[in-house]
């Protein structure tokens, strides 16, 4: 159980006193996640390179060019690590940027970190929170000006989230392969966050919204397409905020959506749109991959592997996007394919060939070597006839002559990959023995050694897993031949029961042709069901009850669900008698009444059903192109306005009589009560998107059907 919840302490400060703080910056060190395992039981995740620099550089490096005066490192896992790098690196002398590292061994969430931000009492304003895995060229000048100008007018807008539009992809229909997807509502006239939702990108996506967003916000804009890019601009509220509510753990799942749904203390959220600024966080080995080949294409500019930044190693960029440092020895026979960058001292023997890879600093690459679509870090020796396909091979691994990395392989610090031996897709090698029990990945990677998921008589604490203890276990432990071949070192860790699913999304290797084949065939599915025949109605099975229940409950609603269908039968055929025969609408309110009487339906039931036999009347009436459908439908909205307005009327007594081609009122009146309504309306839309005329009344209702999937607790769009 949560504690309960308590308002937040107010910050009343003047503003110009506000102005007159330095802009700080909170960067979380620990991503609270496990999904670099097995790498990041011996090296914090922020401290592993990409393209050659470790990660939180590139956050430090863009913090610094975007104006931020002071910031708060905090670090859980592997700490010691973080805070010496820190400490003899140039960031720890760097004028008007003072850089502070605050510990912690207790903090398992982010919300536990910025608890402990709060006690510190270091936090003057405004500040920018951020993970050390972000890359960033944005410039924070707009997005903190629309902060401090809502903070002006509303103290309850107390953050910002940054946002970018990612397209799609038109095999996989998602925008980060491999990471959640998002769906987002956002006023787009304030710009207010009313809605964030992620989904598990594996499942067919079900989205839930209450239709009182409606009610609360005139014009709201549903999204698939935009990017969360975990830069947050924070007023000090939030520190206590989180303080004040000790189930606040995650910042999205907890923290983001408990302000939207807490309608006592009105705290807002509203977002700052990107477009031609770069901003991505690197949560996966697939996002490690895709934001390292922005860096080598030079999306994330100025940082980029040929433009000097804090203690990254010049390199120069050659044609095709090559990037090479100085002191490398390569063969004349070897090739270097583009978009690759080669650390400096690395040598590249005869006949060997590199596409599309990062090579690091200190690396051996012997004679027939093939590296493809690999990242290989510092210090690594690769021997000869070897063949890498889109693998990580982390420092001072020893791969021996003839062994084979196929995709998706990750080898761990200081493994040893005997001769001829095939390392199969997707493993994960690490001298660590794999821990006994798979912690979640919001759990720290250095929780292991209180759960005891780590043995402690190879390890002690896993805050001890450096160089020097895989050193040790690499030649004091005795490792079986049949592991990793002859002269093998380390452990294969299995991967558990439907794990394979998973591996694929989150690896840096390309989808496999079988995944891309089940992809095209859903997207074909899906424009076949697009398609269907504009008289046919969708199955009944696409709506459906929202019920928990079950037995004689889940019969109930059987029946009840019969009896909805029969009504709006009933319904449709009063209305097509009414006007076929000219029937006044005083005379069949009477009949629908009596229908309604007599299965015990509402007046918001009555209106759906009207609504679906106008929309079907609609579409069955000749028409050639969308406008004379939309005059059709315009015609009969004029026609029987009166008999839809009394109901409407009854539905809610404050409704003023507006004009029924307000589609909103349209829509939540007598499109969501109706299960057919909601289907024909939707066929009858679909003709509009053929065209290119700007159809006021359907695109407005086809925007709202994608707006409110389903009305909340009633009915389940599947």
């Known amino acids: 159980m949560g504690a309960q ?9 003047d503003a110009e006193e506000l102005a007159r703080h330095p802009l700080q910056a909170i960067l979380l060190a620990d991503s609270f996640a496990t999904k670099f395992r097995p790498i990041t039981l011996e090296r914090p995740k922020v401290l592993l390179p990409l393209v050659n620099v470790p990660m939180i550089n590139y956050t430090l490096a863009w913090l610094e060019s975007a104006g931020v005066e002071e910031v708060f490192v905090f670090c859980c896992a592997h700490s010691r690590q973080v805070i010496d790098y820190l400490e003899n690196s140039e960031w720890h002398s760097q004028p008007n940027f003072a850089v502070t590292t605050i510990e912690s061994h207790n903090s398992i969430s982010a919300g536990d970190a910025l608890r402990l931000m709060y006690e510190r009492n270091v936090i003057c304003g405004d500040f920018v929170l951020i993970s050390g895995d972000t890359v960033s060229n944005m410039s924070l000048t707009q997005a903190l000006q629309e902060h401090k100008d809502r903070r002006k007018k509303d103290n309850n807008a ?4 940054v946002i970018k539009r990612s397209k799609p992809s038109s095999i996989t229909r998602q925008s980060r392969l491999g990471t959640d997807e998002l769906f987002i509502a956002i006023d787009p006239q304030t710009k207010q966050l009313v809605y964030y939702e992620e989904k598990a990108d594996q499942l067919k996506v079900i989205v839930s919204l209450d239709n009182s967003l409606l009610i609360d916000n005139p014009s709201i804009s549903l999204h698939n397409d935009k990017q969360d890019c975990y830069i947050d601009i924070c007023s000090p509220e939030v520190l206590s905020l989180f303080t004040d509510n000790f189930d606040y753990q995650h910042l999205r799942r907890h923290f983001v959506k408990g302000l939207l749904v807490d309608d006592i203390m009105g705290y807002k959220i ?20 895709t934001i390292s080949k922005d860096i080598i294409q030079r999306w994330t500019y100025p940082f980029v592997p040929d433009v000097k930044f804090f203690e990254n190693c010049a390199t120069r960029l050659e044609r095709e996007g090559m990037y090479r440092a100085s002191e490398i020895e390569q063969s004349r026979s070897s090739h270097i394919g583009p978009l690759t960058v080669i650390g400096k001292g690395t040598t590249i023997g005869n006949n060997s060939m590199i596409l ?3 090579i690091g600093k200190g690396c051996v690459i012997g004679s027939n070597v093939s590296v493809v679509g690999s990242y290989i870090w510092d210090n690594v020796t690769i021997e000869d006839g070897c063949e890498l396909k889109h693998a990580i091979v982390c420092d001072g691994v020893i791969i021996k002559s003839g062994a084979v990395l196929e995709p998706g392989v990750v080898l761990s610090f200081k493994v040893v990959i005997g001769q001829q031996f095939v390392v199969p897709a997707y493993s994960k090698v690490s001298l660590l023995p794999q821990p006994t029990q798979q912690d979640s990945d919001e759990e720290l990677e250095y929780a292991d050694n209180s759960h005891g998921t780590v043995d402690s008589s190879n390890i002690g604490t896993v805050d001890k897993l450096n160089g020097d203890v895989t050193s040790e276990l690499s030649e004091t432990q005795h490792w079986p031949s049949s592991e990793l071949g002859p002269g093998g070192v380390g452990h294969v860790w299995s991967i558990c029961e439907g794990g394979h699913e998973e591996e694929w999304r989150h690896s840096v290797a390309p989808i496999p042709a079988d995944k891309l084949a089940e992809a095209a065939q ?3 599915d899906d424009l076949e069901l697009l398609n269907l025949d504009a008289g046919a109605l969708l199955p009944s ?4 009850f929202d019920s928990n229940t079950n037995g004689s409950e889940d019969e109930d609603i059987e029946d009840s669900r019969d009896d909805s269908i029969y009504f709006e039968k009933e319904v449709e055929a009063t209305f097509l008698r009414a006007v076929h025969e000219n029937i006044k609408v005083d005379d069949i309110i009477l009949e629908m009444n009596s229908l309604r009487l007599s299965y015990n339906m509402t007046s918001a039931d009555c209106a759906g059903a009207i609504f679906y036999a106008l929309m079907k009347l609609a579409l069955e009436t000749p028409h050639n192109s969308p406008g004379e459908l939309q005059q059709n439908v315009a015609g009969l909205v004029n026609a029987w306005k009166k008999l839809m307005m009394f109901y409407a009327k009854e539905i809610d007594d404050q409704v003023c009589p507006v004009d029924l081609l307000n589609c909103d009122f349209v829509f939540y009146n007598f499109i969501l009560p109706s ?3 909601f289907a024909f309306a939707s066929q009858i839309l679909s003709h509009s998107l053929i065209s290119v005329c700007n159809l006021q009344l359907l695109n407005s209702i086809w925007f709202s059907i994608f707006l409110f999937l389903y009305e909340s607790n009633k009915w389940r769009f599947c």
């Open 675 to 677: 299960t057919a309504g």
């Open 5 to 13: 919840r308590k308002s937040a302490t107010r910050v009343s400060e």
């Open 158 to 161: 107390v953050m910002t989230m």
């Open 541 to 544: 099975g696409e709506l459906k």
């Open 270 to 289: 509203f977002t700052h749109e990107i477009h031609s600024s770069y901003a991505a966080r690197i949560d996966n080995y697939r996002s490690y991959d």
């Open 522 to 524: 859903t997207v074909d």
């Open 356 to 358: 599309n890879s990062v």
